[in-house]
């Protein structure tokens, strides 16, 4: 994707996987496709690559995955993070599961559940003291520990802890109501089920391909959507021709080692009197 220097008010981030190589995608709040990155996995290095080739927004909207914080403390350090909602919300279920064994748990999911009805900054703070008194009557369960028949002490409430860790974290770096300041996006969804949607469905109905001509598709996909085919073949890049063969002379006549076949060498069934005296 050519480089414009257009500094957007919003970026939308996140990846997708391609077989085994992973492609992570910029999005701009508009909708338009601003840059993308291959990597073997969401590293630092490869979100570093990304955001080298776009200008630092006022907002980037992330899923929170592996690597992007320390990619973006080195790349946008001025620019304000909003974790994706809906993200937050999928991990805490993940690891409390739909319905939580424990109340505390049953609290903490519904806690989650209800960033969805945030939308101005009354109920931003309300969100934000329901989630310190669900701390202050259950956070003692977090801390609690069990002896294990390893002889080695983990935490009882693994999955309770993780997810109140989940929680806090994002609430106490400020990334979670970034969106009631700045009007940004909330979520990853443009882009998830927009042009990460577009490609899983492209793959699906072109089944068969190398893995290098759906890296080549997704490509020219992805500049397809911002540029029209009569102006896209000039960013393609140019494939240098094979060197010519070299065809090796040989002389006419009869072969003297050769991967043929032959009757005299015996390989042949015989059957009958043959060969009998």
């Known amino acids: ?54 200008p630092p927004p006022d907002v980037v909207v992330t899923d929170g995955g592996s690597g992007i914080r320390s990619a973006l403390a080195h790349a946008w ?32 999911r519904q806690i989650a559940l209800n960033l969805s009805h945030v939308h101005d900054i009354d109920a931003a703070i309300t969100w934000r003291l329901t989630l310190e008194a669900w701390w202050q009557k259950f956070g003692h369960l977090t801390k609690e520990r069990t002896l294990y028949e390893n002889g080695q002490f983990g935490f009882t409430h693994l999955k309770l802890r993780n997810a109140w860790g989940i929680l806090h974290r994002a609430a106490d770096a400020g ?37 290098e ?38 002389r006419d006549g009869p072969a003297h080692f050769d991967t043929g076949l032959n009757a005299e060498e015996g390989l042949w069934l015989r059957k009958g009197w043959a060969g009998r005296s």
């Not at 969401?42 to 955001?51: D, I, K, N």
């Not at 994706?84 to 748990?105: D, K, S, W, Y």
């Not at 500049?223 to 040989?250: C, D, M, N, Y």
């Open 77 to 108: 350090p001025d620019t304000a993070v909003q974790r994706c909602i809906f993200h937050l919300q999928m991990n805490v279920t993940r690891e409390l599961t739909r319905r939580p064994r424990l109340q505390a748990g049953r609290a903490l």
């Open 175 to 211: 990334h979670v109501f970034t969106f009631i300041k700045h009007g940004n996006p909330r979520t990853t969804s443009p882009l998830e089920g927009g042009i990460n949607a577009q490609i899983r469905h492209l793959l699906r109905h072109h089944r068969g391909m190398s893995q």
């Open 1 to 54: 994707m050519p480089v414009t220097g257009e500094v957007h008010d919003a970026v939308l981030v996140d990846g997708v996987w391609i077989g085994s190589w992973c492609l992570l995608i910029a999005l701009s709040d508009t909708g338009h496709v601003i840059a993308w990155q291959w990597c073997s996995g969401e590293s630092t290095a490869a979100w570093e690559a990304l955001f080298a080739r776009v």
């Open 213 to 250: 001509h759906r890296r080549r598709a997704v490509e020219w996909f992805l500049l397809l959507h911002e540029i029209p085919l009569k102006h896209a073949h000039q960013h393609a890049r140019q494939i240098e021709a094979a060197p010519p063969r070299q065809v090796i002379e040989t």
